[in-house]
């Protein structure tokens, strides 16, 4: 006889049913492998002290702060830990407590909800020539041929944009963005390459978007999070899907002093609040996508806690792109100038992956496929 301790079981009910365990359950033992942990600010003490009990009768934990059952104060923040079994049981039995606890079962139920989409990984154009990273940067012809060269390395996703979005960056006029991006839009559309992999238009102006559009572009890449309907109309008139991102300020301020209460509450909130504009004015929710805009009006701290938390916004069932290719974040962490920060992307992707991230933007194509293939192979 041997025994050894097992790591995370990423396919946990294709394990069960290698092992043979039967049918029925290998579903109800899938849903006991996997531990959860839900952080639930400010909730008022009543209901803190009867979720407590209710998670210790099933096995679950509620950690709180000392002076609970005490009532010392009005509300308390408390950790949730349980499976996605004890989840579901208490999600149903919540639902006929007060104090907000009715909320709580409703918020855990969304979670468990959840899709798990396919990895893409999304390539990255731009025809200008003030973009932080230079290996991003290509002129009409040469843009081609890269483009060519990610879809033969595996990009199934390619961004374009003709205007800079790091911090600082200098403002361009629409004729400048459109006379930039017009000779790559219209190779793309003569040479029909929309046909072998997706293309997304990475710009916040309507008439450029639109001529993306036009040439097959089937994705919209908004860095402004869905603050101008025109672009919405566009999504819902040409049936392509929107990519909404989150940003503190402009490209301008963003860095200045990002503050946040809560980077996760506030961004969270801020995605619930354009999906129900996004789909009040017609685009259905599967066609939206969900970028929490990694170094975008966010300070090192805030950027590490969207990755670590990445999952939470799963709750959407909106897809989740990550883009934090060779940004500065990772030279916040260690010194690195931008052209050697390829392994530093690496670690920050996979992790976004593992939170569950479905869209990897992202400057070095291939080395990406290989190392999510090794990732998923593991």
């Known amino acids: 006889m041997n025994i050894y301790q097992l790591g995370n079981i990423k ?82 039995k919540e639902l006929a407590q007060p104090f ?16 798990n989409y396919p990895t893409e990984i999304m390539g990255v154009i731009n025809a200008n020539d003030d973009s932080f990273f230079s290996g991003s940067r290509f002129k009409s012809g040469d843009a081609i041929k890269k483009i060519k060269a990610m879809i033969d390395e595996g990009a199934t996703i390619i961004d374009i944009g003709a205007v800079s979005s790091r911090p600082n960056a200098t403002t361009v006029s629409e004729a400048e963005e459109l006379a930039r991006i017009q000779p790559i839009c219209d190779a793309i559309n003569r040479e029909k390459l929309y046909e072998l992999v997706s293309f997304s238009i990475d710009s916040t102006t309507p008439k450029v978007v639109e001529y993306g559009l036009e040439c097959g572009f089937n994705l919209i890449n908004d860095i402004s999070g869905a603050s101008n309907p025109e672009l919405i109309a566009l999504a819902i008139k040409y049936r392509v899907k929107l990519s909404i991102m989150h940003m503190q300020g402009t490209p301008q301020t963003m860095q200045l002093n990002p503050v946040y209460n809560d980077v996760m509450v506030e961004v969270s909130d801020f995605f619930e609040e354009k999906i129900q504009k996004c789909e009040a004015l017609g685009l259905n929710r599967e066609d939206i996508i969900l970028d929490v805009g990694i170094g975008f009006g966010k300070t090192l701290e805030h950027n590490l806690t969207l990755i670590r938390n990445m999952q939470h916004f799963k709750k959407f069932g909106c897809q989740l792109l990550i883009g934090a290719s060779r940004k500065s974040m990772i030279n916040a962490i260690i010194s690195t100038p931008t052209e050697e920060r390829l392994a530093g992307t690496l670690a920050i992707h996979l992790k976004a992956v593992e939170q569950g991230a479905s869209i990897v933007r992202c400057h070095d194509v291939k080395e990406h496929v290989q190392a999510l293939a090794v990732w998923e192979a593991i």
């Open 100 to 115: 907000g606890l009715k909320m709580v079962a409703k918020e855990l139920q969304n979670f468990l909800k959840t899709n």
């Open 11 to 92: 396919h946990k009910k294709q394990f069960l049913k290698n092992l043979n365990v039967q049918g029925g359950g290998v579903a109800i033992m899938a849903k006991k492998m996997e531990l959860l942990y839900f952080f639930i600010t400010e909730l008022k003490t009543p209901a803190v002290n009867i979720l407590k009990q209710d998670a210790l009768s099933i096995g679950a934990e509620l950690a709180v702060p000392s002076g609970v059952i005490t009532c010392e104060k009005s509300t308390y923040s408390c950790l949730l830990i349980g499976t996605r079994k004890h989840m579901e049981i208490l999600s149903k």
